[in-house]
């Protein structure tokens, strides 16, 4: 019998999909599986994945999980922290790593994260720390990554899982898609930045070029709140909250390009949807979205640059455009991505082969 730990399955992101798929690999391998997150225990996958998330921060709310993880824990054959590191627990364990670290408060890692080194914030981390469990963080024997970058910065060996991307239901456009149009997708919140997409549109617009920019994502912070209200108006710009799938699936297949400026971001699952979907994505050079997009010709540090890029790739034509869509499509990340339910059973396999199975 298997617990999965989770931070809170309602935040329905990248990190909650990657559970999810992986908790079907884990059942059609025979094993029971139960869900902790921070609205409790379940003996099976949490439902209403679109209910209020909570509202807790993320490190706290992890933090929370770990400590009722440790009073559980024993009841279980193994412990799946799927968030990622927490504490040692007298169960064999397996930590899924969607970013290097999350208690540390080394100033390296800080900055690697491009997190805040200030009192702080430092003094949170060590709160939420303590709360997870005191002792060593994120020791334990067998360790999934997302990605090659974020396993090359953990010490010790680590299994890459890249997150699951189905791509299936995308479909292909049967028009040449529109000039200067751009897409960007994430949640609407600060780490997102969301700003430097809008500064992407105002600098073309600028220029006097026509770019068109739709930008779709989660809304349920008083950040997104603000955010619309505040950009709503903007000539080129097409917001959509809380976006429908066919809406979304609408915008993949008429949009040339993709924005993504997170970073470092740490895979990026809207990443890979616009390479499925045909999109030509501009992200920043940092982070493992680079193994989806290893191109520096597709890397852009600022919006500015990302205006550039875009122009370029405008100025080269569509026999350009269409051999970096295809090499995209062909990337390994990419691919492995796609085929997730296989690269899972093969992970889930060699795991529970020599430790303790359900």
């Not at 024997?141 to 680590?158: C, F, K, M, V």
């Not at 994502?217 to 950040?223: L, P």
């Not at 492995?336 to 199975?357: G, K, M, N, P, Y």
Request: glycine content about 8%.
């Amino acid at each position: 019998m298997i617990l999965i730990a989770e931070r809170d399955h309602r935040q329905a992101g990248g990190a909650e999909l990657y559970t999810a798929r992986l908790t079907d690999a884990l059942m059609a391998a025979g094993h029971e599986v139960h869900h902790l997150d921070v609205h409790g225990l379940s003996k099976g996958l949490p439902q209403d994945p679109a209910a209020r998330p909570s509202p807790l921060p993320a490190l706290l709310a992890w933090a929370l999980v770990c400590r009722q993880a440790r009073a559980i824990a024993p009841a279980y054959n193994h412990v799946i922290l799927a968030y990622g590191d927490g504490p040692p627990l007298q169960t064999p364990t397996t930590t899924i790593h969607h970013a290097p670290w999350l208690f540390s408060c080394h100033p390296s890692h800080l900055r690697a994260l491009r997190k805040p080194t200030h009192t702080i914030r430092r003094g949170y981390t060590r709160l939420c720390h303590h709360i997870a469990g005191a002792g060593a963080i994120g020791q334990t024997p067998a360790r999934i990554a997302n990605s090659e970058w974020t396993a090359q910065q953990i010490a010790g060996a680590t299994t890459v899982l890249y997150p699951p991307l189905d791509t299936s239901p995308l479909g292909t456009p049967t028009t040449e898609r529109t000039a200067c149009s751009i897409l960007s997708i994430g949640r609407i919140s600060a780490e997102k930045a969301p700003e430097k997409s809008i500064a992407l549109l105002t600098t073309l617009r600028a220029g006097g070029y026509p770019a068109q920019l739709a930008l779709i994502g989660r809304a349920q912070s008083r950040f997104a709140s603000r955010f619309i209200k505040r950009h709503r108006n903007k000539v080129g710009l097409s917001l959509y909250p809380n976006a429908t799938f066919a809406a979304r699936a609408m915008l993949l297949a008429r949009t040339r390009y993709g924005y993504h400026p997170t970073a470092p971001e740490h895979f990026g699952i809207s990443v890979g949807e616009m390479i499925a979907a045909g999109i030509l994505p501009i992200v920043a050079p940092s982070g493992g979205v680079t193994e989806l997009v290893p191109h520096a010709m597709l890397h852009a540090t600022t919006p500015h640059e990302a205006a550039a890029k875009i122009l370029a790739l405008e100025a080269a034509g569509p026999e350009v455009r269409a051999r970096l869509r295809a090499e995209l499509q062909s990337g390994t990340a990419f691919v492995q991505a796609r085929d997730f339910e296989r690269q899972a059973h093969a992970v889930i396999t060699s795991l529970f082969t020599s430790r303790h199975a359900a």
